[in-house]
């Protein structure tokens, strides 16, 4: 099967998407002899709910797992068992904290205002063609660097600054999908993606481990509602777990999976969100209206209905993260008929399920947010397992509400204030990396919107 891989790897997720299709959502891939590649690739609803809920303990992360994100560490991504409970516990208090909701929602709501507005009306004034995927890119970093180590970089900014910690972060990024496609034993196919991870695995470890000592010392007097510094409070709690690595390595490894986790997917979400808005009319006309209709701010976004349905439709068809895996632990069949042991892994294809007739209709490539909205009004509750973009089961996302926040805001004061046009020929088409970026970014022309002169 590698050949065909290979000479579909320039479109691969629509490749992968089609014989998923044709064999009924469960499809097992092997590998050349020698190889180990025993792939159950998957869309299936019920073999969805079998991993990641009720046989949820059959299914870890595993040293597979672990080998190919091993940049991560052992952060909240990585780990199994009492490591995972510990950070999940931990987080989830943290994230959920009232003053660390409010303390969001300023960053937010500064962001915005001090950085992405102006940015916006300097490129409206220049008429200038500009790559709307790394404006995304450059606040989402600057935001989450701010909530997660407590500095703002600044890289949105006119001139658009180079800043090495981001782009270490896309190399590193690229270099893990190629992971998932040759295997680790083949060295010599991956070199130069390898070169670049370990050359980016420097930049983002000098990056945190320099943060870290920053906010280490400068917490008592300039203190801070950031994550890493309520970590710093963990210290001796951390200690009595007896996991085998050091506070500092720990905090590492922690900030580094929240960064991803914070920057990445929702830079990704609002892309995709802003090419579908710009090239459906219809749907950007409906959200113009009702932001002008409801009188909305930072603590009222979920009168935003439409809105917010769209931005679910838009992360159906293009999940941030397209693809999810689990190892085996334990011999088990799945709903689908098909077995799977402790050499086979588990890889469920999310870009894929958003495309299937038989999960979500005839229409279902078509992008019509009014699919979320019920007869009443509200917003339509689908089950995780089958609405997949933030898992499911005790692996669900701690962040979704954080997300969702974020974009909305965003989004609504860039509608409202300003028209964005994609440039004529311009192809959107996801990137090869573990995270479904745009290939070619996402390259506009915005012009402010007559009624707000």
């Given amino acids: 099967m590698t050949p065909y891989l290979l000479l579909h790897g320039g479109n691969l997720y629509d490749w992968l998407t089609n014989i998923l299709r044709e064999s009924h959502c469960t499809f097992i891939f092997k590998g050349p002899w020698g190889s180990s590649m025993d792939l159950l690739l998957t869309c299936d609803p019920a073999n969805i709910n079998h991993v990641f809920n009720s046989n949820f303990t059959n299914y870890h992360k595993g040293n597979h797992f672990s080998k190919i994100f091993d940049i991560l560490g052992d952060g909240i991504f990585n780990t199994d068992h ?18 660390f909701n409010s ?27 500009f790559d709307l995927q790394d404006v995304f890119l450059r606040i989402t970093f600057d935001l989450t660097c701010f909530l997660v180590l407590g500095i703002d970089p600044a890289s949105l900014s006119i001139g658009f600054p180079l800043v090495p910690f981001a782009k270490a972060i896309d190399d590193a990024e690229e270099a893990l999908f190629y992971r998932h496609v040759t295997p680790l034993s083949w060295k010599w196919m991956r070199f130069t993606k390898e070169k670049k991870l370990a050359n980016a ?22 203190p801070s509602d950031d994550l890493l510094s309520s970590y710093f409070d963990s210290e001796e709690e951390f200690g009595e777990l007896g996991l085998g690595l050091g506070f500092d390595k720990f905090l590492r490894d922690t900030t580094l999976n929240l960064m991803l986790a914070g920057r990445d997917t929702t830079s990704s979400a609002l892309t995709w969100f802003f090419w579908l808005v710009a090239t459906h009319p219809k749907v950007e006309t409906n959200i113009l209206n009702e932001l002008r209709e409801q009188a909305y701010h930072d603590n009222n976004l979920h009168c935003l ?14 999940p941030p993260v397209p693809f999810e895996h689990k190892g085996v632990h334990r011999k088990d069949v799945l709903p689908s008929g098909e077995e799977v042991d402790e050499r086979r892994m588990v890889l469920v ?19 019509r947010p009014e699919r979320w909205i019920s007869e009443s009004g509200k917003i339509k509750h689908e089950p995780s397992y089958k609405y997949f973009v933030f898992n499911c089961g005790p692996r669900s996302c ?5 997300a969702f926040t974020q974009m909305k805001a965003m989004a609504a004061a860039m509608i409202k204030s300003f028209e964005f046009h994609v440039e004529r020929g311009h192809v959107a088409r996801p990137k090869l990396s573990i995270l479904l970026h745009m290939k070619d970014g996402l390259m506009v022309r915005v012009r402010k919107r007559e009624e707000d002169h």
Wanted: proline content about 1%; hydrophobic content about 40%.
């Fill in 305 to 318: 209905i439409y809105l917010h349905a769209a931005l679910l439709e838009s992360l159906r068809l293009y």
């Fill in 103 to 129: 303390f969001v929602a300023k960053a937010s709501h500064d962001k915005v205002e001090r950085s992405l507005i102006p940015l916006l009306n300097h490129l409206a004034d220049r008429d200038e063609l």
């Fill in 82 to 99: 009492e490591s995972w409970r510990f950070q999940r516990r931990k987080a989830h208090t943290l994230i959920n904290n009232k003053r």
């Fill in 349 to 367: 294809s999310l870009y894929a399920m958003g495309r299937m007739e038989g999960i979500w209709g005839e229409d279902c490539m078509e992008f």
């Fill in 398 to 402: 701690l962040g979704r509400a954080l």
């Fill in 201 to 222: 695995w420097k930049t983002i470890d000098h990056f945190i481990m320099q943060c870290i000592s920053q906010r280490r010392r400068e917490r008592l007097i300039n």
